[in-house]
Structures are given as C-alpha cells and as structure tokens.
C-alpha cells in the first residue's frame, strides 16, 4: 500500500534533516539539506499523488551531485532522532528498497532485497549484506500491510 504523506511527516523528515521543507506547488516538497564542513548539498523531494496508468503513486526523489536516485511506491518512512536519519521504503512481494538520507547530506540505496536476507542473522551474512541487512533492519517494525510511522527517542 503506498504511504499517503501528512504534514507531520513532513514536520518530522525536516526536523531530522535539520532543514525546513519548501512546497513546490500542491503536491511536492524540497528539502535542501547541506554539510558545509565536507562541501556536500542534496535535494530531497517528495512527490504526491502522482497518477501514472490510472492509479496514484509516490515518489521520493534525491538530487546530489553527480547522483540522482528514485524510490517509487513509497509504502512507509521511519524517522530517527537515535540514527540521526530519514529511511525510505517500499515493499513489493518479497522484496524491499529503501532510501536513506542524512542531515550531513548522505545518502544510500538499497535496492529489491529480499525478505530471506532480512530476515537472516545479519552475523553469518558477507559484509556487504550485512550492511544492507542492517540499513534496512528498521523496516521489520512496519507491517507488510500496514504503515507505522516511528520517530525513536
């Protein structure tokens, strides 16, 4: 089910990344987010109610330089003051992609993991999974069907 965004969620994916949304139009928001100390910017925005083949989408869409990166059917979001981090997903079948930003302008991309993965002990797994299996941990406490919007203390 893709995530239908409020404007709390709004609120709270800029308190994280220390920025303040800018609407463009009706149905998306910017973020600018900038580290000056390392010399990075990016652009977080956030799509609504695009209409693509007669039904309603999402899309949440990251602009850097020399980087632009799409999550589509955004189906749910956690915001975290303890990770210090906006993680963006979706969920098809059995697979998950997740977006993640940071207020010091970070970013990352995981992308049709599957469910064995995540649900694996993250110790056993190469490196490389392990990273991902962790990234995208934060995902178990929503539902397959169902949106939970968690802002952790």
């Known amino acids: 089910m893709v995530h239908q965004f409020t404007k709390e969620n709004i609120d709270a994916i800029a308190a994280i990344l220390d920025t303040t949304p800018k609407p463009l139009g009706d149905d998306v928001f910017r973020f600018q987010v ?36 799409q999550l589509h059917n955004c189906t749910a979001f956690i915001a975290s003051d303890v990770l210090q981090q906006v993680t963006f997903f979706g969920r098809n079948h059995e697979q ?23 649900n694996s002990d993250f110790t056993k797994l190469p490196e490389d999974l392990m990273m991902c299996a962790i990234a995208l941990s934060l995902t178990e406490s929503v539902g397959p069907d169902t949106f939970s919007f968690n802002d952790e203390e």
């Open 34 to 69: 900038t580290n000056e100390k390392e010399g990075r910017k990016l652009a977080l925005e956030i799509h609504l109610g695009l209409k693509a083949n007669g039904e309603q989408l999402n899309m949440v869409s990251v602009y850097a330089q020399n980087t632009f990166l």
């Open 96 to 118: 998950t992609s997740g977006l993640i930003v940071e207020p010091g302008a970070g970013c990352s991309l995981y992308a049709n993991v599957s469910e064995a993965i995540l």
